[in-house]
């Protein structure tokens, strides 16, 4: 594990240098309100099982979780995209269910499940989750920060992510993937105190988390909010956009410079709003928002990264060239990050990652 001692120093010499060179980087150029030419891209779950040599590293670890503790293993997963296709950005290879891991509750993944976590529904098991032995859990996680710092190209930005508190708040309660968030809605609408509780711990946690990311080397920090779309209007505003404008003001004040992207997919028209109260650097849009829309009310107010279909992937050739283009016609006139409006999936033919890896380099030349 890298000592705490070393990223606290390495926190304290963050020099304008640093800044400088980073800055030289397009997909952070982008993120600080630039527009480019070709634009940057990277994609979501861009490290993952549509790769031949990621399954033949997975084959090396035990669990799931095994993976995102080894340094080694998740620094060389992370690392395998950016080798064939050349992205803008890497992000590091994680999971956002480590924090509730690192809060003492207990995460599992089984072989090709999805996670199962022991349920957190009322105030004794909200009191058994602890704050203070965090990094004793997850502190590997800083290493990898550290080593990919170290071993990406010199162009390409590393992007630090967590999930958002709502989002994570869904697993822990309903202890695995839900449909409908029952338990987590329930528990909100019927005891709000409790669950504003659960949503304080996963904010402090969250920050401190990412600050020590940002400390190790991450460039950029991403929060995944995935399910911030099944909440109605004002609990959005309590549950996805006051815990995200806490988490960015926190790390904003503390890093300076370091640019923060949202993704509260499914927020429909209330992305706007989510915008301007949490005053992200750039927003990722999922395949919902409409690109006319986007370019017209959202790019305004800040760099915007999406939103391909990932099916389109799948599909390949003529399908994904009208949609790639489209996108980028749309867009590219303003700070844009080229990317999927979810997770690249499994059954995705790499060749067709290449393809569109093509059609974006080609853009503007």
Not at 115 to 125: G, M
Not at 163 to 168: E, I, L, R
Request: with cysteine; aromatic share 8%; hydrophobic share 40%.
């Amino acid at each position: 594990m890298i000592c705490i001692a070393y990223i606290e120093k390495r926190s304290e010499n963050l020099s304008k240098k640093d800044h400088e060179l980073a800055a030289e980087k397009k997909f952070l150029r982008v993120l600080n309100g630039a527009s480019e030419k070709t634009p940057p891209f990277w994609l979501m779950r861009q490290a993952g099982r549509y790769l031949p040599e990621y399954r033949a590293i997975r084959e090396k670890t035990g669990t799931f979780l095994d993976l995102c503790y080894s340094p080694e293993m998740s620094t060389e997963v992370t690392l395998q995209p950016i080798r064939r296709f050349g992205m803008d950005a890497a992000i590091l290879f994680a999971d956002i269910l480590l924090v509730p891991d690192g809060l003492g509750q207990k995460v599992e993944f089984g072989v090709g499940e999805g996670p199962v976590l022991e349920p957190v529904r009322d105030a004794r098991a909200l009191a058994a989750l602890d704050q203070k032995n965090i990094d004793a859990k997850i502190g590997s996680v800083y290493e990898t920060v550290a080593r990919l710092s170290k071993a990406l190209p010199p162009e390409t930005a590393l992007i630090g992510f967590a999930g958002a508190p709502w989002t994570v708040a869904t697993y822990m309660v309903e202890g695995k993937r839900s449909r409908d968030f029952a338990e987590a809605k329930k528990w909100a609408y019927t005891a709000p105190d409790e669950f504003q509780y659960l949503i304080n711990i996963l904010v402090d946690a969250t920050i401190h988390y990412l600050g020590r990311q940002i400390e190790a080397g991450a460039e950029a920090i991403q929060l995944f909010d995935t399910w911030a779309g099944t909440l109605p209007e004002t609990e959005f505003r309590k549950w996805c956009i006051e815990p995200t404008r806490q988490i960015i003001d926190s790390l904003r004040a503390k890093y300076p410079g370091v640019p923060m992207i949202g993704f509260p997919r499914g927020a429909g028209v209330l992305l706007k709003e989510f915008v301007e109260e949490t005053k992200v650097d750039c927003v990722s849009l999922d395949t919902a928002v409409p690109l006319e829309w986007a370019r017209d009310i959202i790019q305004p107010l800040c760099a915007v990264q999406g939103n391909l279909d990932p099916l389109m992937l799948v599909a390949g050739g003529e399908a994904l060239k009208t949609a790639t283009l489209r996108i980028l016609e749309t867009l590219s006139a303003g700070p844009f990050v080229f990317n999927l409006g979810h997770g690249i999936i499994p059954q995705t033919p790499p060749e067709h990652v290449g393809e569109l890896a093509d059609i974006i380099g080609s853009w503007g030349n």
